[in-house]
C-alpha cells in the first residue's frame, strides 16, 4: 500500500481546518473500496502488486494485462462502487433503526455514495471507464476501445477542471475539484501509454503459463495476408491462445502464427507490415504446437 505524496497535502489542509476525523472517514471508505476491488481481482486468480492512494481516490495494481480480459476487467471494476453502494445501504438500515449518531452516519453515508457515483464517471482510471472499455472491447477490440475511452476521459478531465475553476472562484464548489479533473487527465493517458504493452505482457505472461503447464487453450482465426500485424494485435484479449491462419485469396492458407511468434515478429518488422511477412522465411505452420488445443475458428 503505498500514498501519494499529494495526498498528505490533502490530508494537511483537513488537519489545519479542524476536520481530520472527516479525511479518516473519507479515506476509511477508500480503503474498503480497493479492497473489494483486490478481493475480486484475487478470485480471479489475479495477483494485487500493490495499492495506491491519490486525492481522487485509490488504484488497485494487478499483475498481468487484465485489460485484455474485459469480463474480468468489468466485474474488478464493479466491485469498488458496488461495496460502496452497499456500505451506504447498511449504514442507512442503522440509522434509521436509530443505531449510530446521525450526523456521523450521514456522512458516512453520503461519501459512499460519492464514491460510487464519482468512480462510475466514464473515464479512465475510474472504475466506470474500465467497464466502458470492457463492453467496448467486446466488438472494437482492447486498443481501439482504450483509445476511444481516454479522448472521452481526457475531454471529461478537462471539463471537471473548467468547470472546478469556475465554481471555487464563484465561491460554490472545493478547490480540490480541479485538481480531480487534471488527475483524470494525467491517468488517462497513462492508461493509454500502458495499454500499447498489452499484447506483449499477454505473450510474456502466456509463454510463461505454456512452459509451466505444457498445455494450453487455443483459438484460431482466419485473417487475409494483407492485413497488418497491428490488426491482429489489436484483437488479443482474454486467455487462450490465439493462433493465426493466414489466408492468401485463391491459394487458401499460407501459413500459421501464434500471438507470442506474432509479438516477436512485430517487434522485428514493425507493426505496420503485413502478415504475410510475418509468416514468411520458414515460420510459417500448419498446425499448432502438440498441446494446444484449437477451439474453433473465426474469419476476419
Same mark, same amino acid.
Given at each position: 500500500?503505498?500514498?501519494?505524496?499529494? +495526498?498528505?497535502?490533502?490530508?494537511?489542509?483537513?488537519?489545519?481546518?479542524?476536520?481530520?476525523?472527516?479525511?479518516?472517514?473519507?479515506?476509511?471508505?477508500?480503503?474498503?473500496?480497493? +479492497?473489494?476491488?483486490?478481493?475480486?481481482?484475487?478470485?480471479?486468480?489475479?495477483?494485487?502488486?500493490?495499492?495506491?492512494?491519490?486525492?481522487?481516490?485509490?488504484?488497485?495494481?494487478?499483475?498481468?494485462?487484465?485489460?485484455?480480459?474485459?469480463?474480468?476487467?468489468?466485474?474488478?471494476?464493479?466491485?469498488?462502487?458496488?461495496?460502496?453502494?452497499? +456500505?451506504?445501504?447498511?449504514?442507512?438500515?442503522?440509522?434509521?433503526?436509530?443505531?449510530?449518531?446521525?450526523?456521523?452516519?450521514?456522512?458516512?453515508?453520503?461519501?459512499?455514495?460519492?464514491?460510487?457515483?464519482?468512480?462510475?464517471?466514464?473515464?479512465?482510471?475510474?472504475?466506470? $471507464?474500465?467497464?466502458?472499455?470492457?463492453?467496448?472491447?467486446?466488438?472494437?477490440?482492447?486498443?481501439?476501445?482504450?483509445?476511444?475511452?481516454?479522448?472521452?476521459?481526457?475531454?471529461?478531465?478537462?471539463?471537471?477542471?473548467?468547470?472546478?475553476?469556475?465554481?471555487?472562484?464563484?465561491?460554490?464548489?472545493?478547490?480540490?475539484?480541479?485538481?480531480?479533473?487534471?488527475?483524470?487527465?494525467?491517468?488517462?493517458?497513462?492508461?493509454?501509454?500502458?495499454?500499447?504493452?498489452?499484447?506483449?505482457?499477454?505473450?510474456?505472461?502466456?509463454?510463461?503459463?505454456?512452459?509451466?503447464? $505444457?498445455?494450453?487453450?487455443?483459438?484460431?482465426?482466419?485473417?487475409?495476408?494483407?492485413?497488418?500485424?497491428?490488426?491482429? +494485435?489489436?484483437?488479443?484479449?482474454?486467455?487462450?491462445?490465439?493462433?493465426?491462419?493466414?489466408?492468401?485469396?485463391?491459394?487458401?492458407?499460407?501459413?500459421?502464427?501464434?500471438?507470442?511468434?506474432?509479438?516477436?515478429?512485430?517487434?522485428?518488422?514493425?507493426?505496420?507490415?503485413?502478415?504475410?511477412?510475418?509468416?514468411?522465411?520458414?515460420?510459417?505452420?500448419?498446425?499448432?504446437?502438440?498441446?494446444?488445443?484449437?477451439?474453433?475458428?473465426?474469419?476476419?
Amino acid at each position: 500500500m503505498t500514498v501519494n505524496p499529494l +495526498l498528505l497535502l490533502v490530508v494537511a489542509a483537513y488537519a489545519y481546518a479542524g476536520a481530520f476525523i472527516d479525511w479518516a472517514t473519507v479515506f476509511a471508505c477508500l480503503i474498503l473500496h480497493e +479492497l473489494a476491488h483486490a478481493a475480486v481481482a484475487s478470485g480471479f486468480g489475479l495477483r494485487v502488486l500493490e495499492i495506491e492512494f491519490t486525492p481522487i481516490g485509490g488504484v488497485a495494481r494487478l499483475d498481468g494485462p487484465i485489460e485484455l480480459e474485459p469480463e474480468v476487467e468489468a466485474a474488478v471494476a464493479m466491485a469498488g462502487p458496488m461495496n460502496s453502494l452497499v +456500505l451506504a445501504g447498511i449504514a442507512y438500515m442503522l440509522l434509521r433503526s436509530g443505531i449510530g449518531r446521525g450526523e456521523r452516519a450521514e456522512f458516512f453515508i453520503a461519501i459512499n455514495l460519492a464514491l460510487a457515483v464519482f468512480n462510475l464517471l466514464p473515464a479512465l482510471p475510474l472504475d466506470g $471507464g474500465r467497464i466502458l472499455r470492457a463492453l467496448l472491447a467486446e466488438r472494437l477490440g482492447v486498443a481501439q476501445a482504450t483509445a476511444r475511452v481516454v479522448r472521452l476521459s481526457i475531454a471529461l478531465g478537462w471539463l471537471v477542471a473548467a468547470g472546478g475553476v469556475a465554481g471555487a472562484v464563484a465561491g460554490l464548489l472545493n478547490p480540490v475539484v480541479p485538481a480531480v479533473g487534471i488527475f483524470i487527465v494525467l491517468g488517462a493517458r497513462r492508461e493509454g501509454r500502458a495499454a500499447g504493452f498489452s499484447p506483449l505482457r499477454s505473450a510474456v505472461r502466456k509463454r510463461a503459463a505454456f512452459e509451466e503447464a $505444457g498445455t494450453m487453450r487455443a483459438r484460431v482465426i482466419a485473417v487475409h495476408e494483407g492485413v497488418p500485424i497491428r490488426r491482429v +494485435l489489436d484483437m488479443l484479449s482474454g486467455s487462450d491462445l490465439l493462433i493465426i491462419s493466414v489466408l492468401a485469396p485463391g491459394r487458401g492458407e499460407i501459413g500459421r502464427i501464434n500471438e507470442m511468434e506474432l509479438v516477436e515478429r512485430a517487434l522485428e518488422l514493425g507493426v505496420d507490415v503485413p502478415l504475410r511477412a510475418a509468416v514468411s522465411g520458414g515460420r510459417s505452420r500448419s498446425s499448432g504446437p502438440s498441446g494446444w488445443r484449437n477451439e474453433g475458428e473465426e474469419h476476419y
